[in-house]
């Protein structure tokens, strides 16, 4: 049996996604969790700017929160990527939604491509919650000129590109979203390492080749890019903004998870049944009571 | 609504099955899961429009198989065609001409229903044909399972009987040609019972469609079915219609009596001969004479109480010289 069929139906089936996705992003903003989520993100921010007071980056007389704007913009596109990506799958999975998906003609495709639409707009619009206010009111943070949006735009597509199959395959791993916490926990890890909140220059080497391996150093480095002066490359590794080797971390991830995640997916489809969903439903009863 | 589009139709039209075909074809399957063999053996047929129900105790094999029939579940041995297709090979194509009914719990939860059905509906529209128009037109579906009242209800808000009729409407949203229904009343009250009971009966009666429905439940059998299948011990055990099955279970009949402040009992398949023989050797010594038909519901209850109390293979013998 195929999950994901090509032809004119399953073309129609795309359409179908991403009406499915515009839908779902619509349901977002209509409900207080989903609403609390994207403001969530904005609130720790202003708390750690607050903390921060008039710190400078080290060597310059720059505002140390500029500069962990732009790095955290980069960190929450890695976070939609990977995290609602991986707990939407795996809430889905469980509740359900996916053997429905299933029970349907092209319902796999449609199903993804919904899945893709909602977590891209999500990103987005998360995004734009944190970047607005920052481009407003904190100093040193300017988007100037085409260059700067052709920088911000690319590096936002590579790394939800980099990061979405890796956290779908992470969703179809995990048995219960209850256990997203071995994610969670190595996630924190790696933002400490990866110079979001704090430049990694003066951390040891070995820690920095480690943070380079993943994209979210990439993600951030992309942003600073995009949004700070020029000037500000030189306390980066190797003092400039190397756009050519995040394209090439962030390319290589994108083609590992593009070329990974369907198998997995299939993998995952291929096992889901009426029965599977019931063993699960019964579990979540029993922990409920 | 402007956000659901209507599909394009494929190219090529889809081809009409002839109608003589049964629907379902089932022949000498196997199921085995590490040692543990749970369908071993079983074989039956389905014809279109036939309303069928696999009826069994629990954990006598009637997910296991009507998953293999949904395509969910690979078999292990034995032939299998449903509408013609073997389900382990079965394209989008033969999908849309399914329907599953799946037990939902809070999936799609912030979707309006008729928002839900109109966007699932949207996927069955290119195998459209001119003897079946899919998708089922959403305000008629709304309104056939009568949830019209609750269109613009959220699904997260619907009651129990609610959303179970929004699990029928979404199983025959693209007009099924055959519709899959595994213990679809668990958890109902009477009342929302009988309400689905009304609901499959229209479905049978509207579009002809074939509905395969399991249940552990006799009297939802003998209500639904046009024949039933009993599946015990990873075997179908009886076949017929109930009339057919209640008049086989019944054929024997319990005689009770006393004697000489002794009591009897004895099973016999012609009470009446038996009982002017035990007069004739008696006589008057007999007393506290009682003949009793057992009925489908109760030979198939002791049946259930013997398999389940772990006495499956005696139980399922007894049950075989019954009903056989």
């Known amino acids: ?289 | 609504m402007t956000v659901v589009r209507q599909l394009r139709a494929p190219t090529a039209a889809v081809a009409e099955p002839p109608d003589d075909l049964a629907a379902i074809e089932v022949h000498d399957l196997r199921m085995r899961y590490g040692t543990n063999d749970v369908l071993k053996g079983v074989s039956f047929t389905a014809r279109r429009g036939e309303v069928l129900a696999l009826l069994g105790p629990n954990g006598a094999g009637k997910t296991t198989t009507i998953e293999i029939l949904e395509g969910f579940r690979i078999r292990s041995a034995g032939e299998v065609r449903v509408l013609g297709v073997d389900p382990g090979h079965g394209d989008e194509r033969w999908r849309a001409r399914l329907g599953v009914v799946l037990q939902s719990w809070r999936d799609h939860g912030k979707w309006q229903v008729r928002e839900l059905l109109a966007h699932l509906g949207v996927y069955y529209a290119p195998y459209s044909t001119p003897r079946v128009r899919r998708p089922w037109d959403v305000d008629d579906l709304i309104d056939a399972v009568g949830l019209t009242p609750q269109a613009g209800k959220r699904v997260s808000q619907l009651s129990g009987g609610q959303r179970r009729r929004l699990d029928v409407a979404i199983g025959i949203v693209g007009r099924p040609d055959l519709l899959f229904l595994d213990e679809p009343t668990a958890g109902f009250d009477p009342e929302a019972r009988r309400e689905f009971h009304d609901l499959v009966h229209r479905l049978s009666d509207i579009d002809d469609t074939t509905i395969l429905l399991t249940t552990h439940d006799l009297d939802e059998a003998e209500k639904l079915a046009d024949r039933i299948l009993i599946l015990a011990g990873g075997a179908i055990i009886a076949d017929g219609s109930p009339d057919q099955l209640s008049r086989r279970a019944s054929a024997d009949a319990e005689v009770r009596w006393s004697r000489d402040g002794e009591r009897f009992v004895h099973a016999t398949g012609d009470a009446t001969a038996f009982v002017r023989e035990l007069f004739q050797q008696y006589g008057e010594a007999i007393a506290d004479l009682e003949v009793r038909r057992a009925s489908l519901e109760d030979t198939y209850m002791a049946f259930v109480r013997e398999y389940e109390s772990g006495r499956g293979a005696a139980a399922l013998r007894a049950f075989e010289e019954v009903t056989r």
């Open chain 1, 1 to 289: 049996m195929s999950v994901i069929s090509l032809g004119r139906p399953a073309m129609g089936a795309a359409r179908a996604g991403l009406a499915r996705g515009r839908i779902e992003l619509r349901h977002t903003f209509t409900n207080a969790q989903d609403l609390w989520n994207y403001i969530f993100p904005a609130v720790i921010l202003l708390v750690v700017f607050f903390f921060m007071g008039d710190a400078t980056v080290p060597g310059t007389s720059f505002a140390l929160s500029s500069r962990t704007m732009p790095s955290a913009l980069g960190m929450s596109v890695a976070f939609g990527g990977l995290v609602t990506m991986a707990i939407a799958l795996a809430v889905d999975r469980e509740d359900g939604t996916l053997l429905r998906a299933k029970a349907i003609p092209n319902g796999m495709t449609g199903y993804l491509v919904g899945k893709i639409t909602l977590v891209a707009g999500m990103g987005l619009v998360s995004l734009a919650i944190q970047l607005i206010p920052g481009l407003i009111f904190l100093d040193g943070l300017s988007v100037r000129g085409a260059s700067s949006w052709f920088t911000l735009i690319w590096v936002v597509i590579l790394g939800m590109v980099a990061t979405m199959p890796i956290g779908a395959i992470f969703g179809s791993l995990i048995a219960n979203p209850r256990n997203m916490g071995m994610i969670m926990l190595p996630l924190m890890g790696l933002i400490a390492t990866s110079g979001i909140f704090y430049p990694i220059t003066n951390f040891p080497i070995w820690l920095q080749w480690t943070a380079q391996a993943f994209p979210i150093y990439w993600l951030g480095l992309g942003m600073r890019s995009a949004l700070l002066p020029d000037s500000m490359a030189s306390v980066e590794i190797g003092e400039s903004w190397r756009h050519l080797p995040t394209v090439g971390v962030l390319g290589a991830w994108a083609v590992f998870g593009l070329v990974v995640a369907p198998i997995v997916l299939r993998r995952m489809a291929r096992r889901e049944s009426g029965s599977r969903v019931a063993e699960r439903r019964e579990k979540a009863m029993q922990r409920v009571a």
